[in-house]
């Protein structure tokens, strides 16, 4: 499976952006894709999840803020970020997860000036 991410940037806060990720390959009926993000010094930690049926998970920092949703016609997963804040600069990563293997994208650097 390749995953192919698009949409990062500079922001100002208070601002939004949208992030795109495409999945290419051996897509299985059953998996789940997501968006993890990494800042300077820090571990990897899970921004916003969903399944192939829709059920969607949101870390803390982000609900009302960011909505993650899915094309499964297209197996692209996308992430709405609005409202961001300096805390949400990172690098975001797309994962595609499925039968407990995961497959990363490479990040896409998400900056969000004060």
């Known amino acids: 499976v390749q995953l192919q991410a698009s949409g990062g940037g500079l922001v100002q806060a208070g601002g939004s952006l949208r992030l795109s990720c495409a999945a290419s390959g051996s897509i299985l009926n059953i998996n789940v894709m997501g968006w993890y993000h990494q800042a300077p010094g820090k571990q990897r930690e899970l921004v916003a999840s969903i399944t192939k049926g829709g059920t969607t998970n949101y870390a803390d920092s982000v609900k009302g803020r960011f909505t993650i949703s899915r094309d499964n016609a297209k197996n692209t997963v996308y992430l709405q970020m609005n409202s961001l804040k300096p805390e949400d600069t990172a690098v975001y990563y797309c994962?595609?997860?499925?039968?407990?293997?995961?497959?990363w994208g490479k990040g896409t650097q998400v900056t969000v000036s004060s």
């Open positions: 994962q595609y997860r499925s039968y407990g293997i995961d497959y």
